[in-house]
Protein backbone atom coordinates (compact mmCIF):
# COMPACT_ATOMS: atom_id res chain seq x y z
CA UNK A 1 0.00 0.00 0.00
CA UNK A 2 1.13 3.26 -0.93
CA UNK A 3 1.66 5.94 1.47
CA UNK A 4 0.17 9.60 0.55
CA UNK A 5 1.78 12.59 1.08
CA UNK A 6 2.85 16.38 -0.14
CA UNK A 7 5.24 18.56 -0.94
CA UNK A 8 5.23 21.00 1.96
CA UNK A 9 6.10 24.04 -0.16
CA UNK A 10 2.37 23.85 -1.94
CA UNK A 11 1.07 24.64 1.02
CA UNK A 12 2.80 27.29 2.55
CA UNK A 13 6.76 28.24 3.21
CA UNK A 14 5.86 27.79 7.14
CA UNK A 15 7.19 24.24 7.28
CA UNK A 16 5.26 23.78 10.67
CA UNK A 17 1.81 25.19 9.07
CA UNK A 18 2.40 23.10 6.01
CA UNK A 19 2.73 19.79 8.09
CA UNK A 20 -0.03 20.79 10.20
CA UNK A 21 -2.24 20.69 7.25
CA UNK A 22 -0.67 17.31 6.01
CA UNK A 23 -1.41 15.88 9.21
CA UNK A 24 -5.12 17.47 9.06
CA UNK A 25 -5.95 15.15 5.79
CA UNK A 26 -4.26 12.16 7.78
CA UNK A 27 -0.90 12.50 5.39
CA UNK A 28 2.20 10.18 6.13
CA UNK A 29 4.74 11.92 4.59
CA UNK A 30 6.37 15.11 3.27
CA UNK A 31 8.75 15.75 0.23
CA UNK A 32 11.04 18.61 1.02
CA UNK A 33 11.80 21.36 -1.62
CA UNK A 34 11.78 24.81 -0.56
CA UNK A 35 11.16 26.11 3.30
CA UNK A 36 11.60 28.96 4.87
CA UNK A 37 12.22 30.44 1.52
CA UNK A 38 15.65 28.53 0.98
CA UNK A 39 15.62 25.77 -1.74
CA UNK A 40 16.75 22.43 0.11
CA UNK A 41 20.32 22.75 -0.51
CA UNK A 42 20.42 25.74 1.56
CA UNK A 43 18.72 24.27 4.67
CA UNK A 44 20.59 24.75 7.55
CA UNK A 45 21.86 22.38 10.51
CA UNK A 46 19.31 24.77 12.47
CA UNK A 47 16.96 24.42 9.81
CA UNK A 48 17.13 20.72 9.47
CA UNK A 49 16.93 20.31 13.74
CA UNK A 50 13.58 22.26 13.70
CA UNK A 51 11.89 20.44 10.92
CA UNK A 52 12.97 17.07 12.63
CA UNK A 53 11.44 18.45 15.90
CA UNK A 54 7.88 19.15 13.42
CA UNK A 55 7.52 16.00 12.05
CA UNK A 56 8.39 13.89 14.64
CA UNK A 57 5.65 15.76 16.95
CA UNK A 58 3.19 14.74 13.78
CA UNK A 59 4.52 11.44 13.45
CA UNK A 60 4.88 11.91 9.53
CA UNK A 61 8.23 11.10 7.37
CA UNK A 62 10.17 12.72 4.33
CA UNK A 63 9.76 10.76 1.66
CA UNK A 64 11.81 12.44 -0.72
CA UNK A 65 13.96 15.34 -1.17
CA UNK A 66 12.80 17.19 -4.11
CA UNK A 67 16.34 18.61 -5.19
CA UNK A 68 16.86 20.56 -8.48
CA UNK A 69 20.18 18.83 -9.42
CA UNK A 70 20.96 18.89 -13.04
CA UNK A 71 17.81 21.66 -13.91
CA UNK A 72 21.24 23.47 -15.54
CA UNK A 73 22.34 23.51 -19.38
CA UNK A 74 24.18 20.62 -20.63
CA UNK A 75 27.02 22.29 -21.88
CA UNK A 76 27.71 24.95 -19.06
CA UNK A 77 30.68 23.24 -16.95
CA UNK A 78 30.20 25.68 -14.15
CA UNK A 79 27.25 25.38 -13.53
CA UNK A 80 27.44 20.94 -13.78
CA UNK A 81 30.06 21.77 -11.22
CA UNK A 82 27.50 23.50 -9.09
CA UNK A 83 24.98 21.25 -9.47
CA UNK A 84 27.08 18.26 -8.36
CA UNK A 85 27.69 20.44 -4.65
CA UNK A 86 23.65 20.50 -4.67
CA UNK A 87 23.41 16.62 -5.21
CA UNK A 88 25.40 16.88 -2.32
CA UNK A 89 24.41 19.06 0.12
CA UNK A 90 20.42 17.56 -0.71
CA UNK A 91 22.32 14.05 -0.27
CA UNK A 92 23.02 15.51 3.08
CA UNK A 93 19.66 16.54 4.06
CA UNK A 94 18.30 13.32 3.14
CA UNK A 95 20.44 11.42 5.58
CA UNK A 96 19.81 13.66 8.00
CA UNK A 97 16.06 13.15 7.41
CA UNK A 98 16.04 9.48 7.09
CA UNK A 99 15.05 9.61 3.42
CA UNK A 100 16.59 7.30 0.90
CA UNK A 101 15.36 9.44 -2.29
CA UNK A 102 17.11 12.34 -3.75
CA UNK A 103 15.10 14.02 -7.12
CA UNK A 104 17.21 14.98 -10.23
CA UNK A 105 16.70 15.76 -13.25
CA UNK A 106 18.24 15.57 -17.12
CA UNK A 107 19.50 19.38 -18.10
CA UNK A 108 17.05 21.89 -19.69
CA UNK A 109 15.74 20.64 -22.98
CA UNK A 110 18.43 20.48 -25.69
CA UNK A 111 18.14 21.62 -29.61
CA UNK A 112 19.08 18.12 -30.66
CA UNK A 113 18.43 15.39 -28.20
CA UNK A 114 20.07 12.32 -30.43
CA UNK A 115 22.97 14.75 -31.10
CA UNK A 116 23.40 15.31 -27.19
CA UNK A 117 22.13 12.07 -25.62
CA UNK A 118 25.55 10.24 -25.39
CA UNK A 119 26.69 13.23 -23.80
CA UNK A 120 24.22 12.87 -20.99
CA UNK A 121 24.57 9.54 -20.65
CA UNK A 122 28.24 10.48 -19.39
CA UNK A 123 27.65 13.91 -17.48
CA UNK A 124 25.63 10.69 -15.11
CA UNK A 125 29.00 8.84 -14.40
CA UNK A 126 29.76 10.71 -11.41
CA UNK A 127 26.38 11.05 -10.15
CA UNK A 128 25.68 7.98 -9.96
CA UNK A 129 29.07 7.35 -8.46
CA UNK A 130 28.26 10.13 -5.52
CA UNK A 131 24.89 8.73 -4.55
CA UNK A 132 26.27 4.76 -4.84
CA UNK A 133 28.91 5.75 -2.17
CA UNK A 134 26.17 7.31 0.22
CA UNK A 135 23.30 4.41 -0.57
CA UNK A 136 21.12 7.08 -1.67
CA UNK A 137 18.56 6.62 -5.05
CA UNK A 138 18.29 9.30 -7.47
CA UNK A 139 15.23 9.89 -8.91
CA UNK A 140 14.68 11.06 -12.18
CA UNK A 141 11.27 13.01 -13.28
CA UNK A 142 9.98 13.35 -16.47
CA UNK A 143 9.89 17.04 -16.63
CA UNK A 144 8.65 18.69 -20.17
CA UNK A 145 11.11 21.55 -19.74
CA UNK A 146 14.15 18.91 -19.52
CA UNK A 147 15.59 16.79 -21.63
CA UNK A 148 13.72 13.49 -19.91
CA UNK A 149 10.56 15.48 -21.40
CA UNK A 150 8.19 11.79 -21.37
CA UNK A 151 7.83 8.72 -19.77
CA UNK A 152 9.54 7.15 -22.86
CA UNK A 153 12.99 9.36 -22.52
CA UNK A 154 13.18 8.08 -18.68
CA UNK A 155 12.78 4.52 -19.85
CA UNK A 156 14.86 4.93 -22.60
CA UNK A 157 17.33 6.95 -19.92
CA UNK A 158 16.91 4.03 -17.46
CA UNK A 159 17.76 1.42 -19.84
CA UNK A 160 21.01 2.99 -20.70
CA UNK A 161 21.92 3.77 -17.42
CA UNK A 162 21.05 0.27 -15.90
CA UNK A 163 22.11 1.32 -12.50
CA UNK A 164 20.35 0.37 -9.04
CA UNK A 165 20.98 3.84 -7.29
CA UNK A 166 19.47 5.54 -10.77
CA UNK A 167 15.23 5.03 -10.79
CA UNK A 168 12.22 7.02 -11.95
CA UNK A 169 9.59 10.03 -10.27
CA UNK A 170 6.41 9.40 -12.15
CA UNK A 171 4.18 12.75 -12.75
CA UNK A 172 1.49 12.40 -15.16
CA UNK A 173 0.87 15.79 -15.35
CA UNK A 174 3.95 16.53 -16.91
CA UNK A 175 3.27 13.82 -19.86
CA UNK A 176 0.47 16.52 -20.79
CA UNK A 177 3.17 19.00 -20.69
CA UNK A 178 5.35 17.34 -22.50
CA UNK A 179 4.71 17.98 -26.97
CA UNK A 180 5.51 14.79 -27.37
CA UNK A 181 3.46 12.69 -24.30
CA UNK A 182 1.80 9.94 -24.46
CA UNK A 183 -1.95 9.44 -22.89
CA UNK A 184 -0.33 9.02 -18.90
CA UNK A 185 -2.21 5.91 -17.87
CA UNK A 186 -2.22 3.44 -19.04
CA UNK A 187 0.57 4.16 -21.42
CA UNK A 188 3.38 6.00 -20.30
CA UNK A 189 3.04 4.64 -17.00
CA UNK A 190 3.35 1.06 -17.92
CA UNK A 191 6.78 2.77 -19.29
CA UNK A 192 8.57 3.95 -15.95
CA UNK A 193 6.43 1.08 -13.73
CA UNK A 194 9.76 -0.74 -13.36
CA UNK A 195 11.67 1.68 -12.17
CA UNK A 196 9.57 3.90 -10.51
CA UNK A 197 10.56 4.67 -6.49
CA UNK A 198 8.17 7.74 -6.02
CA UNK A 199 4.91 9.67 -7.63
CA UNK A 200 4.03 13.02 -8.22
CA UNK A 201 0.21 13.93 -8.08
CA UNK A 202 -1.09 16.94 -9.73
CA UNK A 203 -3.47 17.24 -12.70
CA UNK A 204 -3.81 18.97 -16.16
CA UNK A 205 -5.34 19.31 -19.56
CA UNK A 206 -4.75 20.64 -22.84
CA UNK A 207 -7.09 23.56 -23.19
CA UNK A 208 -8.78 24.47 -26.80
CA UNK A 209 -5.76 25.87 -28.39
CA UNK A 210 -3.85 23.31 -26.98
CA UNK A 211 -1.86 25.01 -23.85
CA UNK A 212 -1.02 22.47 -21.12
CA UNK A 213 -2.34 24.01 -17.56
CA UNK A 214 -2.79 22.60 -14.04
CA UNK A 215 -6.30 22.11 -12.77
CA UNK A 216 -7.28 20.76 -9.42
CA UNK A 217 -6.75 17.08 -9.17
CA UNK A 218 -9.61 14.69 -10.94
CA UNK A 219 -10.59 17.54 -12.99
CA UNK A 220 -7.96 17.07 -16.08
CA UNK A 221 -7.51 14.27 -18.67
CA UNK A 222 -5.71 12.04 -16.43
CA UNK A 223 -7.58 8.84 -15.54
CA UNK A 224 -6.84 9.17 -11.54
CA UNK A 225 -9.18 6.64 -10.52
CA UNK A 226 -7.56 4.38 -13.12
CA UNK A 227 -4.26 5.22 -11.66
CA UNK A 228 -4.62 5.25 -8.18
CA UNK A 229 -6.29 1.75 -8.19
CA UNK A 230 -3.51 0.33 -10.58
CA UNK A 231 -0.85 1.35 -7.79
CA UNK A 232 -2.92 0.07 -5.13
CA UNK A 233 -3.52 -3.02 -7.27
CA UNK A 234 0.37 -3.24 -7.57
CA UNK A 235 3.13 -4.03 -5.05
CA UNK A 236 3.76 -0.08 -4.69
CA UNK A 237 4.47 0.74 -1.71
CA UNK A 238 6.58 4.30 -2.33
CA UNK A 239 5.16 7.41 -1.75
CA UNK A 240 2.33 9.40 -3.87
CA UNK A 241 3.18 13.22 -3.40
CA UNK A 242 0.58 15.74 -3.99
CA UNK A 243 2.73 18.77 -6.18
CA UNK A 244 -0.08 20.46 -6.70
CA UNK A 245 0.79 23.23 -9.47
CA UNK A 246 -2.91 24.62 -9.49
CA UNK A 247 -3.72 27.88 -8.34
CA UNK A 248 -6.62 30.10 -8.53
CA UNK A 249 -4.56 32.57 -10.62
CA UNK A 250 -2.03 30.28 -12.92
CA UNK A 251 1.35 29.75 -12.41
CA UNK A 252 3.60 30.94 -14.48
CA UNK A 253 5.99 29.05 -16.95
CA UNK A 254 8.93 30.30 -15.20
CA UNK A 255 7.22 29.69 -11.69
CA UNK A 256 6.23 26.23 -12.79
CA UNK A 257 9.57 25.24 -14.05
CA UNK A 258 11.45 26.79 -11.07
CA UNK A 259 8.91 25.84 -8.51
CA UNK A 260 9.53 27.28 -4.67
CA UNK A 261 9.63 30.50 -2.10
CA UNK A 262 6.83 32.61 -1.37
CA UNK A 263 5.00 33.76 -4.88
CA UNK A 264 5.21 30.40 -5.70
CA UNK A 265 3.51 29.36 -2.39
CA UNK A 266 1.39 32.25 -2.55
CA UNK A 267 -2.81 30.69 -2.37
CA UNK A 268 -0.93 27.20 -2.46
CA UNK A 269 -2.80 26.08 0.74
CA UNK A 270 -6.17 26.72 -0.62
CA UNK A 271 -5.38 24.76 -3.84
CA UNK A 272 -3.84 21.85 -2.13
CA UNK A 273 -6.87 21.38 -0.24
CA UNK A 274 -9.41 21.53 -2.87
CA UNK A 275 -6.74 18.81 -4.34
CA UNK A 276 -6.58 16.75 -1.34
CA UNK A 277 -10.18 16.53 -0.83
CA UNK A 278 -11.01 15.58 -4.71
CA UNK A 279 -8.14 12.96 -3.76
CA UNK A 280 -9.86 11.63 -0.64
CA UNK A 281 -13.33 11.32 -3.13
CA UNK A 282 -11.29 9.23 -5.09
CA UNK A 283 -9.77 7.21 -2.69
CA UNK A 284 -12.81 6.24 -1.38
CA UNK A 285 -14.35 5.50 -4.62
CA UNK A 286 -12.12 3.08 -5.72
CA UNK A 287 -11.38 1.56 -2.12
CA UNK A 288 -15.51 0.84 -1.20
Given amino acids: ?44 DTDIKAMKAILEEAGMTVSCIASPFYKCDLDDAEARGQHLEILRRCIALAQAMGA ?72 PANEVFADDGERPYPEAFERVKPWMVHFHLKDALRDEEGKPRCVPIGEGSIDYPGQLAALLASDYDGAVSLETHWRPVELSEEQLARPGGSAFSESGEYASRVCLDNLLRIMRRITG
Avoid at 9 to 31: M, N, P, R, W
Avoid at 115 to 127: D, K, L, V
Avoid at 137 to 150: D, G, K, Q, R, V
Fill in 1 to 44: MFRLGAMTDEISQDFEHAVAVCKEYGLQTAEIRSVWNKPPQDLT
Fill in 100 to 171: TLVRGFAFWKVPDLDAAWGQIIEAFGEPIQIVSEAGIILAIENEASTSMATAALVERFLRETDHPNIKAIWD
